[in-house]
């Protein structure tokens, strides 16, 4: 099993301007290692999207590589995304599904099939060309500048101990990324998108 | 009528980049007049709920997304609509396909609560989506208005408009099928 500090810290290290999307269990852990424009916390929204959400993410900005770290429950719920990725055709989307077993901000109840299912497996049969799992740190750790470079959609499953994050709001004594609205943070990364694929722009084309 | 080409070119004049959505009667011209559009990107989703979410990404991704589904794709959506569109004030039009209200408005019947009784709404005559669907999206907040004919194309702006101005989804009821 891999805990939550050596699969977010490598990734940590290696990002650099790509969008990131957490969700449930990883949104405090991410949001302490990361304070980057281009991180999205999907808390206090509705479970079970954080995937989709990126998916729109990675529509719109087909330039930019988009990470969502998405938790196995979550995953659970909206199974049919598997699918929808993959027809939408999104290369520059990396889903991660971060597998602990366990409704783990709820009090780390079981979720259906815990450690029967086997969600790369599921991946693959949607139609995912490229899907991982992994079990230890080591190899994970060595595999990802590979994994963050790879044309998507890519599916990398890592199992996970049991965390021990509480339910989440927003609020001022939160980690960073939980101190503003989910309106006010929404605006935030459309502004910053906006901003740096205007950049772009001009950087493409001088005079 | 509603003309499948008349509406595709409303949403080129909204600069709409993608419809997201699950094509049902109503919506089916509407789908293949998009199929092979160069302007718009059609998001194909396995379960209404998905739509909302990526909807929502594609806002803040920079797009100007709208979402078409059906009225009971609406009501089974509900808390990925208040989670990722409500929650987050996005500026969506949703074109949802109202089934059942035609039967709906030949019985006479206008959908409210008083109406949402356990013996209205197993009747074999009307579709129980029909009797729902107006109070669900008055509880939800969700402003809208009725599309049926070509003649209400101008109400298609009117809702852009609104959900912009107001930070909000707002949904336009499509009554009849497009061709």
């Not at chain 1, 989910?182 to 950087?203: F, I, K, W, Y």
Request: charged share 20%.
């Amino acid at each position: 099993m891999i805990t939550k500090s050596q699969l977010l810290e490598p990734l940590a290290r290696l990002r650099t301007d790509q969008i990131v999307v957490t969700t449930m269990g990883v949104v405090r852990p991410w949001g302490r290692l990361s304070a980057h424009p281009f991180d999205f916390a999907s808390a206090d929204s509705a479970m079970g999207h954080a995937a989709d959400l990126a998916l729109g993410l990675a529509l719109a900005q087909p330039q930019r590589r988009v990470i969502c770290l998405n938790g196995d429950g979550s995953m659970l719920m909206t199974l049919g995304t598997f699918v929808t990725i993959v027809q939408a055709g999104a290369r520059n989307l990396l889903l991660f599904v971060v597998e602990n077993a366990t409704y783990e901000i709820t009090g780390n109840q079981p979720v259906p099939g815990a450690g029967r299912v086997d969600f790369a497996a599921m991946a693959r049969a949607a139609g995912f060309a490229r899907t991982f799992t992994f079990k230890e740190a080591e190899p994970y750790s060595t595999a990802l500048p590979d994994l963050l470079a790879l044309d998507g959609p890519v599916c990398v499953v890592v199992r996970t101990e049991h965390g021990h994050e509480p339910p989440m709001s927003r609020r001022p004594d939160e980690v960073p990324c939980l101190q503003r609205s989910l309106a006010e943070d929404a605006r935030r990364l459309r502004a910053a998108l906006l901003d740096a694929t205007a950049r772009r722009s001009e950087t493409a084309s001088p005079g | 009528m509603l003309t499948a080409a008349r509406l595709v070119t409303e949403l080129h004049r909204q600069c709409v980049t993608h419809v997201v959505g699950l094509p049902d009667n109503a919506s089916a011209a509407l789908f293949a007049a998009l199929a092979h559009d160069e302007q718009i990107t059609v998001v194909a989703v396995t379960r209404e709920g998905e739509a909302f979410a990526i909807a929502a990404g594609l806002w803040m991704g920079g797009a100007k997304p709208v979402v078409l589904i059906q009225s009971t794709g609406f009501i089974e959506s509900g808390d990925a609509l208040r989670g990722c569109v409500t929650r987050l004030r996005i500026p969506l039009v949703c074109l949802l396909g109202y089934r059942g209200y035609r039967k709906l408005a030949a019985a006479g019947l206008r959908p409210s609560l008083e109406l949402l009784t356990p013996a209205n709404l197993s009747r074999p005559d009307q579709d129980s989506c029909a009797l729902l669907f107006e109070p669900t999206l008055r509880a939800w907040g969700i402003p809208y208005d009725l599309l049926s004919s070509d003649h209400d194309l101008s109400r298609l702006t009117a809702a852009f408009d609104r959900a912009q101005a107001e930070e909000t989804a707002v949904a336009l009821l499509i009554v009849e099928d497009t061709e």
